[in-house]
């Protein structure tokens, strides 16, 4: 008799950790899911109008209209990086980063990255590593790809941060100048469980 009863409580509380662990499925189920896209990269490849237009390349270099959804809750800003990791630099090549995006956009339209009175209010243009050359107009704005002729198509990916903090140099203790590694060791490591949430996806090229 008490064999059998333990084997009821057994059960009974196996039955609990599972309903308990579906409700959580459930609950995870009802979260929307925070997504980044783009409709002008839509075909997973950049248009000529989107390529750098220098060091080899003449395309526009016309930066590409973002859109994002399902922003977490408690977002006090964005912070949005495009990242070459196949760039023969040994560090990969940042081509774009916007730092400080209010928390109720839902994108940036076509152009925006080329004009820094063209960003939401509040949201700065990022260093990138075309710096000073000239390449995007001026520090801070969009550079479109632009690998080696010959190399095999690179990955060109963008990533939207949402953070529950309203300026990341400040509560990242960075300058607004800092690179745009800097700026994602803060984004993925500095400022902790102030990351609240990232979306991404990846486009190609090569040449």
Not at 3 to 30: F, N, P
Not at 153 to 162: G, M, V
Not at 163 to 169: C, H, I, R, S, T
């Amino acid at each position: 008799m008490k064999s059998r009863l333990q084997s009821i409580s057994a059960l009974s509380a196996a039955l609990a950790v599972a309903v308990a662990s579906l409700g959580g499925c459930w609950a995870d189920a009802d979260t929307p899911v925070f997504t980044l896209s783009s409709p002008d990269l839509a075909s997973g490849t950049f248009a000529t109008e989107f390529i750098l237009n220098g060091f080899g390349c003449t395309g526009g270099n016309i930066s590409p209209e973002l859109r994002w959804a399902n922003v977490p809750s408690g977002t006090k800003s964005l912070a949005l990086q495009l990242y070459d990791p196949d760039a023969p630099s040994g560090s990969g090549f940042w081509h774009w980063a916007v730092y400080d995006i209010p928390p109720d956009t839902t994108g940036l339209a076509r152009g925006v990255g080329n004009n820094a009175a063209l960003l939401p209010a509040g949201a700065f243009g990022g260093n990138t590593d075309f710096l000073d050359t000239g390449a995007t107009g001026v520090n801070g704005n969009y550079g479109g790809p632009c690998p080696p002729a010959g190399d095999p198509p690179h990955r060109y990916i963008f990533t939207l941060y949402a953070v529950a903090v309203d300026k990341l140099e400040v509560a990242g203790g960075v300058p607004k100048t800092g690179t745009a590694g800097l700026y994602g060791f803060v984004l993925n490591k500095g400022i902790g469980a102030n990351l609240l949430g990232k979306a991404s996806f990846t486009a190609m090229y090569g040449r």
